[in-house]
């Protein structure tokens, strides 16, 4: 079964910086598998519908919501089998609970945006952005 566990997020004043890692662990990512599956984060505000914030494939292709385009920065260590999400500059829209997630599929070049293409999900981590 795979898990995939956030965490960093916290309380922030706006104009601030955090970095939210996920990490995975479980049978299907034993020895390299982690590597060959796109991962992204989302993210989902009160009274909101989750929202795609970023992607990073297995051939570090990153896509982005373009609300946080040049602010946030998605990278991946695949030897740790972790996803990092770089946040500066944190506005107080960016207050939600944000999740990992992994494709369901491996590989893959077109970069992944929408939730139903990603099939396993973290519990979150809170980021609460203050003005």
């Known amino acids: 079964q795979v898990q995939l566990t956030e965490s960093g997020g916290g309380l922030v004043q706006a104009g601030g910086s955090l970095r939210l890692s996920c990490t995975a662990s479980?049978?299907?990512?034993?020895?390299?598998?982690?590597?060959?599956?796109?991962m992204g984060w989302f993210r989902q505000a009160p009274g909101k519908e989750r929202e795609f914030v970023a992607s990073?494939?297995?051939?570090?292709?990153?896509e982005y919501v373009d609300s946080v385009k040049g602010r946030f920065t998605i990278s991946r260590d695949n030897d740790k089998k972790t996803v990092y999400l770089q946040m500066n500059s944190l506005k107080p829209e960016d207050t939600a609970v944000y999740s990992c997630?992994?494709?369901?599929?491996?590989?893959?070049?077109?970069?992944?945006?929408?939730?139903?293409?990603?099939?396993?999900w973290g519990q979150g981590t809170q980021v609460t952005v203050s003005s």
């Open positions: 997630a992994k494709a369901i599929r491996p590989f893959g070049s077109t970069p992944l945006r929408d939730a139903r293409d990603f099939g396993s």
């Open positions: 990073i494939s297995s051939g570090r292709i990153t």
């Open positions: 479980g049978p299907p990512f034993s020895g390299p598998a982690f590597g060959i599956y796109t």
